[in-house]
C-alpha cells in the first residue's frame, strides 16, 4: 500500500515511525513538499527511521511533483503550511499587536492562514480526486476544521 506526505515538516518522521509500527501493510511512502530540498531532506532521514523497524521494509522516496506522490495511493496526508513560518509569525504578531490571541487556529490569525490556505487544500483535493480517486485524505493542516469543512464542501475526497 502506498502513502502520500503532503508537507513535509516536524511531524514527518513521527508519521514514518507509526506508518512502520502500526502493521498497515505500507509499503511505500511519498513525500512531497513544494521545497523539493526539504523533501529530500526528510525522505534521506526517514528512510534511515523505516529501515531500522526490522518489519517489512518501507520504501520512502522524495516526490517530483504532488501528482508523482499522489498517484496510487491508498491515503495522502496532508500537512502543509502555506506561506511557511514567516507567515504564521505575520499573522501571530498582527494579531498580538491588535490585542487578539496569537494563534494558527483561531481569531484574526487563524483567519488569515485559513484565507492563505483553503484554495492550495481544495486544490490538491482535486490531484487526490483525479490521481487516487479511492484514496482517504487525511487532514492535519491547520486551521483543521476550517480546512477539511473547504476541501469536503468542494470536492469529493
Known amino acids: 500500500m502506498k502513502v502520500c ?14 506508518l512502520a509500527h502500526a502493521g498497515l501493510g505500507v509499503s511505500q511512502v511519498a513525500l512531497y513538499d513544494v521545497n523539493a530540498r526539504r523533501a529530500a531532506w526528510m525522505a534521506k532521514l526517514c528512510q534511515h527511521i523505516a529501515a531500522g523497524m526490522g518489519q517489512a521494509p518501507i520504501t520512502v522516496a522524495a516526490a517530483a511533483g ?5 498517484r496510487g495511493s491508498s491515503f495522502v496526508i496532508s500537512s502543509i503550511r502555506v506561506g511557511d513560518m514567516e507567515a504564521r509569525a505575520r499573522d501571530e504578531r498582527l494579531a498580538l499587536e491588535c490585542g487578539f490571541a496569537g494563534q494558527e487556529t483561531t481569531g484574526p490569525a487563524g483567519f488569515a492562514m485559513a484565507m492563505r490556505t483553503i484554495p492550495v487544500a481544495i486544490e490538491q483535493a482535486r490531484v487526490v480526486e483525479r490521481l487516487a480517486p479511492k484514496a482517504w485524505l487525511l487532514n492535519f493542516t491547520n486551521p483543521a476544521g476550517i480546512v477539511t469543512e473547504a476541501m ?6
Open 5 to 18: 506526505v503532503v508537507g513535509c515538516g516536524l511531524r514527518t518522521p513521527l508519521v514514518i515511525h507509526g
Open 66 to 70: 504532488l501528482e508523482e506522490g499522489v
Open 152 to 157: 469536503s464542501k468542494h470536492t469529493g475526497v
